[in-house]
């Protein structure tokens, strides 16, 4: 039985083949129809036959063995199959993976990115009535999350968890956090945890000087002379100096204390405070800035703290001073 010369006038996945010569047992034609299909003739060997689709009208190649012990499958059904899921989620399916895995195939998205995907992963989606989600524009939405929470997406993440990524802090540090928890700027830096809240730090008492009035500021740092520096935009003309530092076993600590002290000084002597105007063009801070003519109380407020006095709690102040002069 031998490779004819004839073609079939028709498309066979795609491609004209040779008629091969030679007969259709019975047996065979059965095995199509109970899988959907209708025998209609044979191509290029004896191993080969062609089939007809009863459900696309399409006609395919199959080896005969795949026909009677298999399930063959009608790669056009398959195609019209993956394009429609595709439209489903808003994607438009191009063709053929270019890195030529047959499990994918290249996709287009409504934003108008094309990337390469995973068929049953769009199959999966259309079924499940999703979206499918752009690679390229769901990094620049992530990126753009975290630069808003103060840190850069570095890529994926270390851990084997789809939900999170890579990032990398303000600090310097880095280490994965879930997408949601950036989102939602919910993320603690185990870098800066450790040099501000689990270290020592100090609470500091600076002075300067602006062009009107002359100024004290209270605050904490694990550096205050740096904290001075920085602080000013033109040391010259501010002329900042560290005045005081009390030194606590943590910046958890610090941060607790300070910000006790402020509030306490806010409820009984706000008008020590200076309004943001005066100071706002010469140091580099929102608040924490109160009249020179406020150092008394503030010191004494700092030697109750040194003598154990914890501003958290509501015990009085002034019985831990041991300046009654001071305690006006
Ligand atoms: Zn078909
Ligand atoms: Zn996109
Ligand atoms: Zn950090």
Redesign the pocket.
Known sequence: MPLTDTFYAFPIDHEFLPVFAGDKPKHWRNAAKNK?FDLIGRTLDRLHVVLE??????A?RKRISVVLGHNPE?????E?RRKAAAESVGAVLLGPDPEKDRHYGEYQFECGHIDRRQHLRVEAAAAGGFKLSCRDCTYALHEAEAKFAGWQLVGPALRNNPSYRHYRHECGHHQDVGVANMRNLDVNCAGCEESWASKPSKIYLLSFMLPTIPVIKLGFSNNPIYRVKQVQFDPAETRGTLDREIELETGHAAICVEKALHSHIESERPELIVSRDHFSAHLRTTSEIYHERGRGHISSLLDAVEAGWDPNLSTDWKSFTTHPDRAA
Do not use: R
Request: with cysteine.
């Open positions: 959907g689709c009863n459900h696309c009208g399409n395919t009608c790669g056009h059904c398959i019209q």
